[in-house]
């Protein structure tokens, strides 16, 4: 699972347009309980120069991130990135087009506040909770009309829109993780506070005021460079929204794939690049149920030796093999809790073992150590790397072998996947002996859509982060999915795909995978 979700917390829109009148403007107003967030700049509406804006305050709970952090749900600093995702919400004004949002980290505390009214602007704050165009709350007014932000590297970003329609996807990590860290003296000078973001028009696209003093005039901002024409109006659903996916949420995404070569080892050869000669190869220590770390070893360093058969090939015999680097030792590293990873290459000789012992222990990376404890003791079946003299072009038979009807919403499980070759052929003795082994799928990802409307909830990772990449180990492809990304009450499905090297793209599987989400109060 390399995918969580961390919905909004608090969010308004702050405005400082005219209203009905076009005499009195609503820098009072709060939409804080609307379900809808939106962003505008007017030009020349009330004056051939008057401006009117609209901003959007939004807060997340950035404790949460940290505490799945410390749990180890989520992965360590570089090794994650975070999102902010706002979906545009349709409706019947002007769309604004070929602009740019600024999305900056906000530099004071603020307030929420219980207005609904985005049309007239009569939910008035008048000393009551909530943000608005002069004030971050009840007791406090901003620095500046409009919200006081922090615009030095790290802590302000940008999304162009063509269309006007499109959603809203940045990458923010730098700015989440100075609030997981809670200190950015060396960037900001102060400790960094969540205090959430603002988003608004960029100032070229923010109506253009250009005062004579060179500061904001009452609540109107000085903004000479602006733009003098209009972009009204983008709006975004809000974190009070009755549409499960619209919500505006910070996603957490990363690589979350085990990669584990046991059951798809190869012999180094000459027909691979040096790297592909390498297998990655896995320990799951489980005691009682429960991965845990070997005593001794904690978060450091462990040793594996690979070793011939004996006669009957079911437990190692002889001196240790020679390994790619000419040691006879390999040093493996710490995972995470409960597992260490190994990355092992071996010539084949003129005639090459059909199967090999892996054996994790302590001792020195290169010869014999004076204590040695064996920890572990497993198998694998190598396979010599062989030219072919046409492209292979597979077609597969796949089953997610322990799907259930039913799962609930707050639950992570995990997907097995069995594959093989739709031309597999055996022979009746084959059949009547053995069961057909899984074919590992070494670049493989999967996505979930709603099956009412097809609505796509999960989304293929192909990119840089690979969030919804397959794992793999000796029994085939696996992945673990978190149904608290889906809405309860609803049925859905998932569909896989493969890369295929040929082509150079993925190719989706035909197979759909139906399962449902309920939510149970009891």
């Given at each position: ?36 967030l939106e962003v505008y700049s007017v030009y020349g509406r009330q004056t051939t120069s008057s401006q009117e804006l609209s901003r959007v305050l939004i807060q997340f709970p950035i404790s949460k991130i940290s505490s799945d952090r410390t749990a180890g749900a989520i992965p360590v600093s570089s090794s994650v990135n975070f999102y902010l995702r706002m979906f545009n919400a349709q409706h019947s004004k002007t769309v604004p087009a070929d602009y740019k949002l ?221 390994l790619y680097d000419g040691n006879v030792n390999i040093t493996g590293g710490y995972v995470s809790t409960g597992i260490y990873s190994a990355s092992i290459a071996i010539t084949a000789a003129a005639t090459p073992l059909t199967k090999l012992f892996d054996v994790w222990h302590t001792g020195s990376p290169g010869g014999v150590a004076t204590k040695n404890i064996e920890y572990f003791t497993g198998s694998i079946t190598p396979t010599v790397l062989k030219a ?135």
């Amino acid at each position: 699972m390399g995918i969580r979700q961390y919905s909004a917390s608090t969010d308004t829109t702050i405005v400082n347009a005219y209203e009905p009148n076009l005499r009195t403007r609503a820098t009072g107003a709060n939409g804080g309980l609307a379900d809808v967030l939106e962003v505008y700049s007017v030009y020349g509406r009330q004056t051939t120069s008057s401006q009117e804006l609209s901003r959007v305050l939004i807060q997340f709970p950035i404790s949460k991130i940290s505490s799945d952090r410390t749990a180890g749900a989520i992965p360590v600093s570089s090794s994650v990135n975070f999102y902010l995702r706002m979906f545009n919400a349709q409706h019947s004004k002007t769309v604004p087009a070929d602009y740019k949002l600024v999305i900056a980290a906000i530099s004071q505390s603020w307030q929420e506040g219980v207005g609904l009214d985005l049309e007239t602007y009569k939910d008035e704050t008048k000393g009551n909770s909530g943000a608005n165009w002069m004030s971050a709350s009840n007791t406090a007014a901003w620095t500046n009309v409009g919200g006081d932000y922090i615009s030095s590297s790290g802590h302000i970003f940008s999304q162009s829109f063509s269309t006007g329609l499109e959603d809203l996807k940045v990458n923010i990590t730098d700015l989440v993780e100075r609030w997981i860290a809670e200190t950015d003296v060396a960037a900001y000078g102060v400790t960094q506070v969540n205090y959430g973001v603002g988003i608004y028009l960029s100032s070229s696209y923010e109506a253009q005021f250009s005062s004579s003093t060179g500061l904001n005039s009452g609540s109107v901002i000085h903004n000479p460079d602006g733009a003098t024409k209009s972009y009204y109006t983008k709006r975004f659903f809000g974190r009070g929204s009755q549409y499960f996916f619209k919500r505006p949420v910070i996603e957490a995404r990363w690589n979350s794939t085990t990669k584990d070569d046991r059951g798809n080892f190869y012999y180094s050869s000459s027909l691979a690049p040096g790297p592909d000669n390498l297998n990655i190869i896995y320990l799951y220590n489980y005691v009682r149920g429960e991965l845990k770390n070997i005593p001794g070893t904690g978060t450091g360093e462990i040793r594996v030796s690979l070793y011939s058969g004996s006669l009957d090939n079911s437990s190692p015999s002889g001196s240790k093999l020679a390994l790619y680097d000419g040691n006879v030792n390999i040093t493996g590293g710490y995972v995470s809790t409960g597992i260490y990873s190994a990355s092992i290459a071996i010539t084949a000789a003129a005639t090459p073992l059909t199967k090999l012992f892996d054996v994790w222990h302590t001792g020195s990376p290169g010869g014999v150590a004076t204590k040695n404890i064996e920890y572990f003791t497993g198998s694998i079946t190598p396979t010599v790397l062989k030219a072919a003299q046409s492209v292979s072009k597979p077609t597969y038979y796949l089953n997610i072998t322990n799907l259930r009807d039913k799962y609930r919403a707050d639950e992570t499980a995990r997907f097995n996947i069995y594959i093989r070759d739709k031309n597999w052929n055996p022979t009746v003795y084959t059949v009547a002996n053995t069961n057909p082994e899984s074919t590992t799928i070494m670049s493989a990802s999967y996505r979930v859509f709603r099956l009412l409307d097809g609505y796509g909830a999960v989304s293929y990772g192909t990119g840089s982060d690979l969030h919804t990449q397959l794992s793999y180990d000796v029994s085939g492809n696996y992945f673990d999915f978190d149904m608290k990304l889906l809405e309860p009450g609803y049925a859905y499905a998932f569909k896989l795909a493969f890369y295929d090297s040929a082509l150079v793209s993925w190719v989706e599987q035909p197979e759909v995978f139906k399962f449902r989400v309920e939510s149970y109060e009891y």
